[in-house]
């Protein structure tokens, strides 16, 4: 935490704040933010995520960079490791326990602009989900999905995601719920591109839908999908007729690849 104390100094004075002014704004003492600042104590991770949103960095930011220093834009690389994207607010038990935030399909709309608003955030509801499989150690969530596109998972299915802090680790065809600042919730298998072109192809398991690629500033935030939840149990007939018809599309895409190629 080297450059916290530094951090803290810097953004306050930035912003015209007297130690006193930033410390009725996250609920302390002047004597506690004078502490910060001289390094002399180190703040909470409630405390730490106040801050960051008070100065509009990420608590990585705040701990690990130098922000008196910096300059510019900054480069699509640092935006993809997550240098550049807003704090995630979080919600705790009273064992300072995190707990799991739904994000139900009638708040999509919401969650688009209040992704980075703790009281929007804590307006959700949340629940803990003791199982061995999720990591006491990172930040998941539950988002409802809507439509066909990601067959056999059914519409308003709940996807159990995992923080994706770097976008850099993007797996191939890999299960990803996407906040879009133009489509809002998204649940498609990504490729990453970020190197090559700044961008991500998103695809659909349903073949009637067309792959398209999203630039990373269209992107606000990215999970990766660990499991599901759904109320709609399949049936065997469901999933045969969904193979047939994955088949049948793409003897479809075949045959005109083959007229084309013909004329």
Known sequence: MSFLPLNIRSQRKKR???????????????????????????????TLQNLAHLFDVTVDALLDSDLSRSKGELSGVQ?????????????TNQENKELITIVPKKAAAGYLTGYSDPDFIEELPRFALPLTELSQNRTYRLFQIMGDSMNPIASDSYIICEYLQDWLEIKDNKSYVILTKDDGIVYKRLFNKIEKTNEV???????????????????LEIWKAVGYLSFELPGTEDQSLDKLSSIVMELK???????SSRK
């Open 201 to 219: 192809l998103l695809k659909s398991d349903n073949p009637e839908f067309h792959s398209y690629s999203l630039s990373l500033d269209a992107i």
């Open 16 to 46: 015209g704040l007297t130690q006193e002014e930033l410390a009725n704004k996250i609920g302390l003492t002047r004597s506690i933010v004078g502490a910060y600042e001289e390094g002399r104590a180190e703040p909470k991770l409630s």
């Open 79 to 91: 935006d993809a490791r997550g240098v550049g994207l807003r704090i995630l607010p979080v919600i």
């Open 253 to 259: 895409r075949d045959l005109n690849k083959l007229k």
